[in-house]
């Protein structure tokens, strides 16, 4: 199928790329339908997770252990159950990446992305346990006019 997006223009997706969310991204319930996008280049560890539905949505995704080893959870019975997932294997584990500035990159720890490839569903799973936060620094600490500063005295 062509899909017009307005990040890649025009591009072609095979239906056995489309990953249905059934539990939806947060703030876009509407839309279900997704796609991992390649530009060509090579951005490992960063991909686009395009909306189908939706040409003016794309999101950048991270494998988060790459850059935070010690992530871990325990993913409910109920999202085992919804995914269809029968071993660790059958699952993957992205998390969103909001760019602000070149300083000021944060991945959403709190809300991975947890997809069943194999079954092509995908869900935004809440974390309700741990302290894991929606805006984790991907490259140390936040820098810039934001930053928390501590004054210097003479």
Request: hydrophobic share 40%.
């Given at each position: 199928?062509?899909?017009?997006?307005?990040?890649?223009?025009?591009?072609?997706?095979?239906?056995?790329?489309?990953?249905?969310?059934?539990?939806?991204?947060?703030?876009?319930?509407?839309?279900?339908?997704?796609?991992?996008?390649?530009?060509?280049?090579?951005?490992?560890?960063?991909?686009?997770?395009?909306?189908?539905?939706?040409?003016?949505?794309?999101?950048?995704?991270?494998?988060?252990?790459?850059?935070?080893?010690?992530?871990?959870?325990?993913?409910?019975?109920?999202?085992?159950?919804?995914?269809?997932?029968?071993?660790?294997?059958?699952?993957?584990?992205?998390?969103?990446?909001?760019?602000?500035?070149?300083?000021?990159?944060?991945?959403?720890?709190?809300?991975?992305?947890?997809?069943?490839?194999?079954?092509?569903?995908?869900?935004?799973?809440?974390?309700?346990?741990?302290?894991?936060?929606?805006?984790?620094?991907?490259?140390?600490?936040?820098?810039g006019a934001d930053?928390?500063?501590?004054?210097?005295?003479?």
């Amino acid at each position: 199928m062509m899909v017009n997006t307005r990040r890649f223009g025009l591009i072609e997706i095979n239906e056995d790329q489309v990953i249905t969310f059934i539990g939806p991204v947060l703030g876009f319930e509407t839309l279900k339908k997704y796609a991992f996008v390649s530009t060509g280049e090579d951005r490992q560890p960063f991909e686009f997770l395009q909306a189908i539905e939706d040409e003016n949505l794309t999101f950048i995704v991270t494998d988060p252990f790459v850059f935070f080893k010690d992530y871990e959870f325990q993913l409910d019975k109920h999202w085992t159950e919804a995914l269809d997932v029968h071993h660790e294997e059958d699952i993957q584990v992205m998390v969103i990446v909001t760019v602000r500035s070149p300083e000021d990159i944060t991945c959403n720890l709190r809300a991975p992305i947890v997809i069943n490839r194999t079954k092509r569903v995908a869900a935004q799973v809440i974390l309700e346990q741990g302290s894991y936060p929606t805006k984790q620094p991907l490259l140390g600490e936040k820098k810039g006019a934001d930053a928390d500063v501590n004054p210097v005295s003479k």
